[in-house]
């Protein structure tokens, strides 16, 4: 009942805020970084070394991490309610009553993005110091890693739906560049790419949720009996604004109700006050209006998450984060672990009062959440590029976040968000150790033994593990439980205009296997990578594994990249198995793994295996332990008998009410006991099948059921299929495009062209000889009559006394003649 009341308290009013003047400098600094480094990061690192360079980019972080620290203990010492930080700077833009405002805004949830971001962030540039060491491009790295963590700030911290789209598209941006940062190599920059083009589509569908929104915030479309049109009226016409007679008069009187101005905005807090506040009637006025037939709310909430599956690597959109992986391997645990690829979710749970006015939105967002959370477990089964197995482990854990903030467990989704942040993070820079530890080499299947050498990787892996597979001991349980959990119990969702209160049941049942999943698939990767003998100085050369090793990879697909000329290259340009003379696949070569090569030639998996340096080493712990205390952000109320610490935090935020069935707590405790279950099947599976690389029954599997096994190890050909579907139609259609611009319409233009010259030719001539003819002739004849006039002006008096005379006779005869 307390909750509940709290939550009431929250919608009676707008939200109080307390204005400062300082939050503009969290993202400069970072931005003044990138600047430093991208205009002089050539010529200081020529003159002073590499040290100059990742000493101003660390130093910008670490400035922006101080001053959101500052910000954050400012917020503490707010009552619970007023805690909303504003800084404007100036007006960008006024059209009408809608402003957008260089505005800086922090309430619970984007303060916890940003401490996330700052934080994690600042670790893993310290991070790159030692793993990015060899590089020669050295300032260009972190002058666009600086430019990414200002874009991402910008995204969480912006006060308006502007800003935020500033720092989306920013994020995108540098993702690009980010991952294409090895460009001379083409595989590695059709990666960028290919995630630059794949957000595109999902940008296209946030600007157009958007504008939908700010459409329906305007007006409503009336319908007219005779069903052939309507009219569009103004929100304040629809209110009835006292004193107006006109909808062009209530436009202006823009009305103020309860201190709250109704009408168009791109502001999340006025946007948040019009819809909570009942006597606005926004909230109404949206939920009674349709759109071709659907709701709008549903139509608005769909498209702006179809934003949120680009840039969270949702199904169908999913397909650029594996590929992604061609980036640097901080690149990966930055961008496509920690930060960027939750924009998605982070926007969604921002949204959270208007998504919860839609059913049918939410269960979509949930219902995709699901799909990709099993569909890319399923992936991650068969991987060998240890980075492979994180790509499609970010996929599906980012299923499970839109699954929490789809059935309407937003805290829980965005808990999610950060406890992954944690241990992916781990893991991603856990890998890059690896990786560097093994010169460069990224293939599991050489490696194997590596505890013993990297004893501090070793660990701090071995806790992301059992972070993400969802033991107690660490934070991936509390958040993936809760999140499943309200799953189970949510009976509100709506799909195609018939409630389904079965779908959230269906949706818990898909999340326990894909939880099963996440934890073999995990333990199978530290189990190959550091138990057993290492297998470094094994399969090097042009045999790779024999084929019937315990881990050999057979590929019966060189079809699976029939979309690149049939050589069938992986996503880091090395060639994949090519067919025998039969047509058949032969044993994947664990040389045909990726590389993450940073550049270098020469060869891979060399030499004996180190442990990295202490710049690595040291945030690897760090975040390891960080994904073991935040556990107590979440810890149950079944367990302390009050809300989770994150909840009560993020409460005033995320206030929209959306209905739970009501459970005896004898059910959560065997739901919570399901949960560790389901992480106990996957490690024991694990541990039988890849421990110390002995069992010969993954082979065993492998042969006796090779066609589903090549299907999940090729990722079920959804590149393909996009390249049969998509890409192929459209490289057709340009090509046919750019011969009919070629022979046709230049055929039409030149044929043009040469009418226009016969016309000229024509217009030439008459103008030549006939315009000009005339004229010349009255000029000629001009001349002639002067010439002939010239010999009468003889300068001789007699002579002109004469031609008086003769005038004066010949006036004498005429006028003789006339009478």
């Not at 059209?95 to 994690?120: H, K, P, W």
């Not at 279950?677 to 010969?696: E, H, I, N, P, Q």
């Not at 002739?777 to 010439?787: C, D, W």
Request: glycine share 10%; with cysteine.
């Amino acid at each position: 009942m307390e909750h509940a009341a709290h939550q009431a308290a929250h919608q009676l009013g707008p939200v109080l805020f307390e204005r400062v003047s300082y939050l503009w400098l969290i993202p400069l600094f970072p931005l003044i970084g990138a600047t430093i480094n991208a205009l002089f990061g050539l010529k200081l690192q020529r003159a002073y070394g590499k040290k100059v360079i990742h000493t101003v980019a660390v130093a910008a972080m670490v400035l922006s991490l101080l001053t959101a620290l500052y910000a954050f203990q400012q917020m503490l010492g707010l009552p619970a309610d007023h805690r909303f930080l504003q800084d404007t700077r100036w007006n960008l833009l006024t059209a009408g009553r809608v402003t957008v405002d260089l505005g800086f805004a922090l309430d619970q949830l984007s303060m916890m993005m940003v401490l996330i971001i700052t934080f994690i962030g600042t670790l893993i540039h310290v991070f790159s110091i030692g793993y990015m060491a060899d590089e020669q491009p050295y300032w260009r790295f972190f002058a666009w890693l600086n430019l990414f963590v200002f874009s991402m700030l910008l995204l969480v911290m912006g006060d308006n739906f502007a800003m935020m789209f500033f720092g989306w598209e920013g994020v995108g941006l540098c993702s690009y560049l980010l991952i294409a940062y090895y460009y001379t190599d083409p595989e590695k920059a059709a990666a960028g790419m290919k995630a630059f083009v794949v957000n595109r589509f999902g940008d296209f569908g946030f600007l157009a949720g958007l504008l939908m929104l700010f459409w329906g915030m305007g007006g409503a479309w009336t319908a007219r009996d005779d069903m052939r049109g309507g009219t569009y009226v103004p929100l304040p016409a629809l209110n009835a604004t006292a004193g107006a007679t006109t909808a062009a008069q209530s436009v202006a009187l823009a009305p103020v109700i309860d201190g709250v101005m109704v009408g168009p905005t791109l502001n999340f807090r006025e946007l948040r006050d019009q819809i909570v506040i009942e006597k606005t009637g926004v909230k109404k006025h949206l939920q009674e209006q349709q759109l071709w037939g659907f709701t709008l709310l549903a139509l608005i909430g769909v498209l702006l998450f179809v934003g949120a599956m680009g840039k969270s690597a949702q199904l169908p959109l999913y397909v650029w984060l594996p590929d992604a992986m061609a980036g640097p391997t901080p690149v990966s645990a930055l961008i496509h672990a920690a930060t960027m690829v939750t924009a998605g979710v982070y926007m969604v749970a921002r949204l959270n009062f208007l998504f919860a006015l839609s059913p049918t939105a939410m269960a979509w967002v949930a219902l995709i959440g699901t799909l990709t959370a099993v569909f890319a477990a399923s992936i991650g089964f068969f991987q060998y590029d240890i980075k492979k197995v994180l790509a499609y482990s970010t996929v599906s854990q980012l299923g499970f976040m839109f699954i929490g903030v789809g059935v309407g467990a937003y805290w829980a989704g965005v808990y999610h968000l950060l406890t992954h942040a944690f241990f992916k993070a781990t893991l991603f820079l856990g890998s890059g150790s690896v990786i560097l530890g093994c010169h460069h080499e990224q293939d599991m299947r050489k490696m194997g033994g590596l505890k013993k050498f990297m004893p501090t990787t070793h660990w701090t892996y071995l806790v992301a593990c059992i972070a993400i597979a969802g033991f107690p001991v660490a934070n991936g349980f509390y958040s993936k439980d809760e999140i499943l959990w309200k799953a189970f119990t949510s009976e509100h969702l709506t799909l195609f205009g018939f409630h389904t209160p079965w779908l959230g049941a269906a949706i818990y049942l898909a999340g326990i296997v894909a939880a099963t999943g996440t934890s073999f698939y995990m333990f199978r990767s530290y189990y190959m990578t550091f138990t057993g003998e290492y297998r470094g100085g094994q399969g090097h050369g042009d045999h790779g594994h024999d084929d019937h090793g315990a881990h050999a990879a057979p590929v019966a697909a060189a079809h699976a990249t029939a979309g690149h000329g049939g050589h069938g290259h992986d996503d880091h340009g090395h060639a994949a198995p090519a067919h025998d003379d039969h047509g058949h696949g032969h044993a994947v070569p664990a040389h045909a793994a990726a590389h993450d090569d940073h550049g270098h030639g020469g060869h891979h998996g060399g030499g004996t295996p180190h442990e990295s340096p202490r710049t690595i080493t040291w945030v690897l712990a760090t975040l390891a332990i960080g994904s073991v205390l935040t556990l107590f952000l979440g810890l149950p109320a079944l367990w302390t008998h009050r809300p989770p610490a994150l909840e009560h935090w993020l409460e005033p935020v995320l206030l929209a009410e959306v209905p739970f069935a009501s459970k005896p707590h004898s059910w959560e405790w065997i739901f919570q006991g399901l949960g560790v279950l389901a992480g106990t099947v996957g490690w024991v599976f694990a541990r039988w099948l890849y421990k110390d690389g002995k069992s010969t029954i993954p082979a065993t599997l492998q042969k006796k059921y090779e066609g589903a096994w090549t299907v999940v190890y090729n990722k079920y050909y959804v590149d393909e299929l996009y390249d049969a579907t998509v890409i192929r139609p459209s490289v057709f259609l340009a090509r046919f495009l750019s011969w009919f611009d070629g022979h046709v319409i230049d055929w039409l233009v030149n044929f043009a062209g040469w009418i226009t010259r016969i016309f000229a030719n024509i217009d030439g001539a008459i103008d030549k000889y006939l315009v000009d003819g005339a004229v010349n002739a009255v000029a000629a004849v001009t001349i002639e009559s002067g010439r002939a006039l010239r010999k009468v002006q003889t300068g001789r008096i007699q002579t002109y006394l004469y031609g008086a005379l003769a005038g004066g006779l010949a006036v004498v005869l005429l006028n003789f003649l006339i009478r």
